[in-house]
């Protein structure tokens, strides 16, 4: 079985930085592509950013300039660096993870959620 587990969120001012976590563990063979998305209550779920094993990244227009994602292969966690946050960033972030588990296929697998608020 395999989880995805984040961190990182809270209250921020704007102009603050916060910085997310998603650690995946269980029965994982190997991970291709990891990323987050976000989501407002009422609307649907948006890329942020995402990496793929090699190093690559793609991030939504709006975040470009201000957030960085990374990933640390050996420890299956993928971070997001959130700089000069606006209260348009509010939101639940969820990690997501492309890999493939001893003895299935390759598939999604999606955190809980930690939600993001950016508030004076």
């Known amino acids: 079985q395999v989880q995805l587990v984040e961190s990182g969120g809270g209250l921020v001012q704007p102009g603050g930085s916060l910085r997310l976590s998603c650690a995946a563990s269980g029965s994982i063979f190997s991970i291709n592509a990891m990323g987050w998305y976000r989501q407002v209550l009422g609307k649907q779920r948006e890329l942020v950013a995402v990496?793929?094993?090699?190093?690559?990244?793609n991030y939504a227009d709006s975040v470009k300039g201000r957030f960085t994602i990374s990933r640390d292969n050996a420890k299956n966690t993928v971070y997001l660096q959130m700089n000069s946050l606006k209260p348009e960033d509010t939101a639940v972030y969820y990690c997501t993870a492309e890999l493939l588990s001893y003895g299935s296929g390759p598939s999604d697998y999606w955190g809980q959620g930690t939600r993001v608020t950016v508030s004076s």
């Open positions: 990496i793929t094993s090699g190093g690559s990244t």
